[in-house]
C-alpha cells in the first residue's frame, strides 16, 4: 500500500466494522427471530436460503476475532447490538444473557485498547415487531427508543459513540419498494411510510438519550454518487431522481432542509398523515456523521415503468465481485459534497468502505491484491478530502471477518478475514496483512 497511517492526522482513528446478524449466529444466547430469519425461509430470497443462525459464531469466538483486530493495529471497532438478542420480542422481557454479552463484548474492546463505536440497530428487526408492521408503523419509534435507552443504560458509559441506525435507504427503500431486502415489499406506500418512519425513530431516540446524558451521537447514512448514463435530459433528470431517493432524503431532513422534491414527486400521495409536524424531531442535531461508500450508480431514464422512472446500467469500470464499480474519487465527492451542504461543520467518519472479492483459500493463505489497491485508493481519497478541509475523523474498513452478505448468503466476501465456515477457521488475507503494517506505528 502506498497510503500509511503517517499520511493521516494525529488522532484519525482507523477500525473495521461488523454487524451482529451477519457474525454473531442468532441460534445462540437466547436471541428471538428477526424477519431476515422469516426473508430467508421464504424460497428465492436468499442465496442458497443461508441465514444467520450460525454465520461466524462470533457470540462464542469474539475474544479471538477482537485479537485479529488489535493485532492489525486498529484503533476502534464499529459493531451493532442484535434487537432480538436483547429483546427477543422487541419490547417487553429482556434477554439478559444478550446484555452480558455485549457488556463483555465492549469491555474487550477496550481491554484491547480501541473504542468501541456502537451502531444500535443493523437492519435486524424482531419478527414480533415485524407482525406489527416495523418500519411502516408510526409506533417503531418509541418500540425503537426503548431499545435505545435499554442498551443505552447497559453500554452508554463506555462506548466512544453511538450511532441509532445503519443505511436507512437500506431500510426502508431496498426493503420496501426495492423488495431485496426483509421484509421484501414491493409497495411505495409502505415505502413512503418507512422512509418517514425510519427518520422519525432516529430522531426521537436522539432525543431520548442526549436526555439520558449520551454523548458522541449520531448516524449512519450510505451514499453513492449518481451519475447519468448519458447527456441526454431523460437520463440527467432520472439521475437527479436517485440521488434525491439515496444521497438526500435523509441528510437534508435531519439538516433541517426538509425531503427533496425530486424524491416528494413521486412519495408525497404516499406520506403518512401529518408527517410534517415530524419534521423538527427528525432535525435533531447530529454530533457526527457515519458515511458509507463503495461504489456509483449510472441511471438511465426508464420510460416503460412507473415514477421514479428509472434503471441503473452497468458502467465501464473495473467491477468487484457484487459487480459495483471501483471509483474510489467518489468517496471524495460525496465527502466533500457533505462537508460543504448538509453536513456543513460536522465531524465525519467513514463508517463502511469495502470490497468484495473472489476469494479463494490456498495453502493457508489467501492473496487479494483487487482488495489491497481498493483499499489504498479510498484512503488516498480520504486524505484528500482532508487536505481540502473536510472534518474527517476516521476509516472503518467493511468488514472485518467474511460474514452472511443478506440476500447473498454466504456467496461474497467482503472480509479482511478469510471465514470457513464449515470449521469457523479464520485466516486473514493479504490485504489484512497489508493494512496492518500500514497502520503500523
Known sequence: MTISRSDFPEHFLFGAATAAYQIEGMASGGAGPCHWDTFAATPGNVFGAHDGAVACDHYHRWEGDLDLLQAAGMDSYRFSTAWPRILPEGRGAVNAAGLDFYDRLVDGVLER????????????????????????????????????????????????????LNEPWCVAWLSHFVGAH??????????????????????????????????ELGIVLNFETATPASDAPEDIAAAARGDAIYNRWFIEAMAGQGYPAEAM?????????????????????????????????????????????????????PKTDMGWEIRPEGLYEILTRLSDGPAKGLPIYVTENGMAGDDHLNACAVHDPVRIGYIDGHLAAARRAISDGVDLRGFFYWSLLDNYEWAFGYDKRFGLVHVDYATQTRTPKSSYHALAAALAR
Do not use: C
Not at 431520548?208 to 454523548?215: D, I, M, Q
Open 182 to 215: 426483509a421484509p421484501g415489499m414491493r409497495d411505495i406506500r409502505a415505502a413512503a411510510h418507512a422512509m418517514h418512519h425510519v427518520l422519525l425513530a432516529h430522531g426521537t431516540a436522539m432525543q431520548a438519550l442526549r436526555g439520558a446524558g449520551a454523548k
Open 113 to 164: 485498547g480501541m473504542k468501541p463505536f456502537l451502531t444500535l440497530y443493523h437492519w435486524d428487526l424482531p419478527s414480533a415487531l415485524a407482525g406489527l408492521g416495523g418500519w411502516m408503523n408510526r409506533d417503531v419509534a418509541g418500540w425503537f427508543t426503548d431499545y435505545a435507552e435499554l442498551v443505552h443504560a447497559r453500554l452508554g458509559d463506555r462506548v466512544a459513540s453511538t450511532a441509532t
Open 265 to 317: 414527486e413521486g412519495l408525497a400521495p404516499h406520506m403518512p398523515m401529518g408527517w410534517e409536524a415530524d419534521m423538527d424531531i427528525i432535525a435533531t442535531p447530529l454530533d457526527w456523521l457515519g458515511v458509507n461508500y463503495y461504489t456509483r450508480a449510472n441511471y438511465a431514464h426508464d420510460a416503460d415503468t412507473p415514477w421514479p422512472s428509472y434503471k441503473q446500467v452497468e458502467g465501464p469500470l
